[in-house]
Structures are given as structure tokens and as C-alpha cells.
């Protein structure tokens, strides 16, 4: 394996424990900042938001910007903005500073996964972007709950010193082990945005979406959905959802290798299709322990498996642009977690918690619509000998 995708990988990690860890601490936060858990909680929509707006304007105006420099910067800035946050007296401080690692998340990510599928060999880029992703991955099987140990035992300002100091080690990695990256193709600035209006674009961050709104809509309201099986115990609840992300962690990984041998569209549909059954049996599923674990196995499974195909569709439509594609990727599933979570929130005041994974359900269930019409249009346009943009032919 490429080391220098295990340390592109480190810094994933890094930003996928300081997004997800913030849930865990909320409560020791409001209580040390004089302030509520739900202002408390907007260190979660501050993060998010600047990670999802920032990422594809970094991508499009530092597309040109040495691969390396680009990545140690933006994780200089990432451990900065976590060590203000953790110094931090007040709450106007902590979102400010929670907006500046947003910063560095967002100029590493898309950055991380272009170098990935560059470095990468040829028929190899799917275990490539694997790899890197995983590292997102394993930061909600690993990174999250480990970080929430670590404030139990010295307090939240602990945690993001944790964040910060794995985001330094990856910023060290990446300075003494990423040296042979190829530099990226000066193009235009209106070349780099020319893929905001290629339908295969469109359709493709549509998919991603529908896809992360209905996978992650349960997830969001864990809590109400699994309460049968779990007894209303977060211990309990906190156990099942290890089994979830470890779960995700094993189906991103194994896609890669599934997408290099049979091509995203048969990993992304089968995925997309197991995922439709068991949010449709869910509401039946998760009454047992069983049910539920078997449940959360393949729910974690294929619903991170669509990951890499989706990044893999994207690179391939424009190789010269995936930072940018990436990174809009990237604000693709940020908007479809944010409208499923508000959506679940006002579908449950009119149907039993128990059965909100059916609405997941036909939100997958469009999806996997959005990628077949994608992967027409792809095919069609590989038919033509000149598109629109020539520069995007697949």
C-alpha cells in the first residue's frame, strides 16, 4: 500500500473525529460557557457549514496551488482553529474558531481525495479513494467515541486538544512522506467551474443527496428509531452504533476493490438497492437486538459503499477538475444530511418514530433513480464524438 495514502487517510481521520466528536462534549461545553446545549450545538452547524460553502470555492480558486504546501497549510490552519476552540471563554470565540477548522477541512478534503485518484495506478483508483475515505470512516467507528473518552476523563477542552494534536501528526506525515505528487494542470478559472453546468454533474451530486439524506436520516434520530432494542440506554445505543461504524469503515474499503473490478455503477446500485430493503424492514428489524444488529451491519456497509463509487463517477467525468467535483460532492452530502434531518424532524410529528426509515427508504429509493439517469446521460454523452465541454468527455 502507498504510505502516502495512509497519511492523507491520518488527516481524514482528523476531520471526521472533529465533525462528529462536538455531539458528545455539547453538554460539558454549554456548562462550562454559561450557555445552552442547543447555542452549544451550533459548533456542529458552524463547522458544517463552513466545510460545505468554503470547500468547493477553495477547490476552484487554489486548483492550481503545489498539492503539497496546499494540504500542510490547510491542516495548519485545521489544528489552529481546534486549539483556539479549545482555549477558548466564551461562544462567540468557540464559532469562530470552529469556522476557521471548517476552513482547513475544507481546503484539505477534496484537495486529499484528488491527490488519491492522481497517484494512484491505473485500475487502482477506487481502492485509492477507499483508502483515503476510510479514514472518514473510521473517525465515526474509532475517532468520535474515542475523543468522547478522552473529554470524560479531562474535560471537552481535552477533546479538541485530542483533534488537534491528530491533525498535527498529519501535518507532519504529509510534509516528510508526500513528495511525488504530479503538480496539478494550470486551466482557467472558468474552465474549473465549467463542470457546474455538465448534467452529468448535476444528476451525480443530485444522487448524493437523496442517497446521504435517506441513509443518514435514521442515523440523525438513532435514538427514537432504535429504542425497542436499545432500552433507551445510550450505553446501549452507543454500542450498536460502534457496530454501525465499524461496519461503514469494512464496505468503504471494500468498495474500492469492488468499484476497480465491476465499475461504480453495478457497487453504487447494488448498494443503493440492499439499502432500500433494510430501511423497509427496519421498522420490524430493530423491535430485537438481533434485528437490530443485522440491521446496522448492512446499513453501515453498503451505505458507505456508495462513497467511493460516487467520488470514482465524478473523477472520471472530469479528471482535470476532481478537487472541485469532489469538494461539491462534499457539500452534496452536507445538504442532504441537513434536509434529512429537518425533514425527520417534521415527519415524525405525524408518524410513529419506529417507522421513519421508510421515508429514508423513498429517499434511496430516488436516488438510485438519480444514478441510473446519471449513468445514461454519461452513456449517451460517450457516444457523441464532441459534448458540450470536450474537455469533460469521460
Known amino acids: 500500500m502507498d504510505p502516502r495514502l495512509i497519511v492523507l487517510a491520518l488527516g481524514m481521520f482528523a476531520m471526521g473525529t472533529d465533525n462528529f466528536v462536538v455531539a458528545g462534549i455539547l453538554p460539558s461545553v454549554a456548562s462550562s460557557l454559561g450557555t445552552s446545549v442547543s447555542l452549544a450545538g451550533q459548533m456542529v452547524a458552524v463547522y458544517a457549514l463552513s466545510f460545505a460553502v468554503l470547500a468547493p470555492v477553495m477547490a476552484a480558486v487554489g486548483g492550481g496551488w503545489p498539492r503539497k504546501p496546499m494540504l500542510v497549510v490547510a491542516l495548519g490552519i485545521f489544528v489552529v482553529g481546534n486549539a483556539i476552540t479549545a482555549m477558548a471563554t466564551d461562544l462567540h470565540t468557540v464559532l469562530l474558531s470552529r469556522a476557521l477548522a471548517g476552513l482547513g477541512a475544507a481546503m484539505f478534503s477534496p484537495t486529499a481525495l484528488g491527490v488519491a485518484s492522481a497517484i494512484a495506478p491505473p485500475g487502482r483508483r477506487g481502492y485509492a479513494l477507499s483508502i483515503v475515505t476510510a479514514g472518514l470512516a473510521g473517525a465515526t467507528a474509532l475517532g468520535s467515541p474515542l475523543g468522547t473518552f478522552i473529554g470524560g476523563l479531562g474535560g471537552w477542552r481535552m477533546t479538541l486538544w485530542f ?114 430493503a433494510v430501511f423497509c424492514a427496519l421498522p420490524w428489524a430493530s423491535a430485537s437486538m438481533a434485528g437490530t444488529v443485522v440491521s446496522l451491519v448492512l446499513w453501515g456497509f453498503c ?52 417507522y421513519l426509515s421508510l421515508i429514508g427508504a423513498a429517499m434511496i429509493l430516488a436516488a438510485l433513480v438519480l444514478a441510473e439517469a446519471t449513468h445514461a446521460v454519461i452513456a449517451r454523452r460517450e457516444d457523441k464524438a464532441q459534448g458540450r465541454f470536450p474537455e469533460l468527455q469521460a
Open 163 to 276: 483533534v488537534a494534536a491528530l491533525g498535527l501528526v498529519a501535518m507532519l506525515a504529509v510534509w516528510w512522506l508526500l513528495n511525488a505528487v504530479r503538480p496539478p494542470e494550470r486551466i482557467s478559472l472558468r474552465e474549473r467551474f465549467a463542470p457546474i453546468g455538465d448534467a452529468r454533474v448535476a444528476l451525480a451530486l443530485l444522487t448524493n443527496v437523496f442517497a446521504n439524506g435517506g441513509l443518514l436520516m435514521v442515523y440523525t434520530y438513532a435514538g427514537l428509531v432504535l429504542d425497542r432494542a436499545t432500552g433507551g440506554s445510550e450505553r446501549t445505543l452507543a454500542a450498536v452504533l460502534l457496530v454501525w461504524g465499524v461496519s461503514a469503515t469494512v464496505g468503504n474499503l471494500f468498495a474500492g476493490r469492488l468499484v476497480d473490478r465491476f465499475g461504480s455503477r453495478s457497487v453504487m446500485n447494488a448498494s443503493l438497492a440492499i439499502a432500500i
Open 303 to 354: 451505505g458507505w459503499a456508495v462513497i467511493v463509487p460516487q467520488q470514482h463517477r465524478l473523477v472520471k467525468i472530469a479528471p482535470k477538475v476532481a478537487p472541485l467535483l469532489l469538494a461539491l460532492n462534499n457539500t452534496a452530502t452536507y445538504g442532504g444530511l441537513a434536509c434529512s434531518s429537518m425533514l425527520g424532524g417534521l415527519v415524525l410529528l405525524f408518524i410513529d418514530r419506529h
